[in-house]
């Protein structure tokens, strides 16, 4: 290694001795490239911090399996999605938003519905104030351990939760980044399509199984 930054040097001080405005475009030519490459290496493999390949939440996954058990007999209250799943996606996870039906510009203040004194909407009608309100506190908790837009399956009693998903490339997603927390409560196996990463008591961090991975 030495020895190139050794030839890298003298070439260096060669053209200097030869033209100086010859060197100065050198440089400039020099710096440019650099710049393209990290440019370009930023975009290829953009940040991607250890633990989006590690199941890293604030409780422990007993209490997190406990908390999804309890969450079950909730998210079957809502309305079922057109393709045969329970669904609801998380719009903004700061201000806690959220909407139960996909392209549906109606979002749901979770704040402002758990301090309501009766259940007025429509879509949570079959919940009872204190059903909709434990419904909505375990969706925070759930945030809170950055698992955020989820899909429950009746037919495998299969919870899948966004984890720790991030905006990259102006605002696209990263596919090789998505990351999945999967569990269920009578223990059916996630599908082939994906590979696991972690695994912590019946929890499973899954990506999809042709992710870059680094």
């Known amino acids: 290694m030495l020895k190139y930054f050794t030839m890298f040097f003298d070439k260096c001080k060669y053209i200097l001795r030869r033209n100086k405005s010859e060197f100065i475009g050198f440089l400039f030519g020099l710096i440019l490239f650099s710049f393209l490459v990290v440019r370009y290496l930023s975009i290829q493999k953009p940040s991607n911090p250890p633990e989006r390949n590690k199941i890293v939440i604030n409780v422990s996954p007993n209490e997190l399996e ?10 079957i209250k809502i309305p079922m999605h057109e393709f045969g799943f329970y669904m609801y996606e998380i719009i903004d996870s700061n201000n806690l938003k959220i909407r139960i039906k996909l392209n549906d510009n109606n979002c749901i203040d979770i ?8 259940n007025n909407i429509e879509i949570f009608k079959k919940f009872t104030k204190p059903e909709l309100n434990r419904f909505l506190k375990l969706i925070i908790f759930f945030n809170k351990n950055h698992l955020y837009t989820c899909q429950f399956s009746n037919e495998t009693k299969a919870f899948t939760f966004d984890y720790r998903m991030m905006k990259v490339n102006n605002g696209d997603w990263q596919y090789d980044l998505y990351r ?6 009578n223990n059916t196996i996630y ?7 972690d695994k912590k008591g019946h929890l499973y961090l899954l990506a999809h199984y042709d992710s870059h991975i680094w």
């Not at 406990?66 to 998210?75: A, G, R």
């Open 111 to 118: 704040k402002s519905t758990l301090n309501s004194p009766i």
């Open 191 to 197: 599908e082939h399509g994906f590979r696991k990463m």
């Open 66 to 75: 406990d908390s999804l058990k309890v969450f079950e007999p909730l998210i």
């Open 180 to 185: 999945y927390i999967y569990y269920s409560t």
